[in-house]
Nanobody, 127 residues
Framework: QVQLVESGGNLVQDGGSLRLSCAAPGVTSTIFTVGWFRQAPGKEREFVSAINWNGDDTYYDDSVKGRFTISSDNAKNTVYLQMNNLNPKLTAVYYC????????????????????WGQGTQVTVSS
């Protein structure tokens, strides 16, 4: 089984920054795509960002372009999400997701495309 473990969520002031981490010890090399979703209270889970494990392509929702950066470190079996200039609208639980099987599409914004989900990490931005 592929296990995803998120960390880095915290309380941060308006305008601050955080870096989230997603680790998959031992089996990350078999994964095709890793990404992030978020879920705010009372709302559906929505796509944030994704990266192919070989690092050749990255994808972002329009709401975070120019503010968030996704990256990977294969040697550490870890994917990162650098989040800058945070505001209270971005308060949510952030989930790491992964798909193992390679397809023609290199990512998807639908939750159904991903095989594995982490437990989530809380990001709270104070006003």
């Amino acid at each position: 089984q592929v296990q995803l473990v998120e960390s880095g969520g915290n309380l941060v002031q308006d305008g601050g920054s955080l870096r989230l981490s997603c680790a998959a010890p031992g089996v990350t090399s078999t994964i095709f795509t890793v990404g992030w979703f978020r879920q705010a209270p009372g709302k559906e889970r929505e796509f944030v960002s994704a990266i192919n494990w070989n690092g050749d392509d990255t994808y972002y929702d329009d709401s975070v372009k120019g503010r968030f950066t996704i990256s990977s470190d294969n040697a550490k079996n870890t994917v990162y999400l650098q989040m800058n200039n945070l505001n209270p609208k971005l308060t949510a639980v952030y989930y790491c997701v992964a798909r193992r099987l390679r397809t023609a599409a290199r990512y998807d914004k639908s939750t159904m495309w991903y095989d594995y989900w982490g437990q989530g990490t809380q990001v709270t931005v104070s006003s």
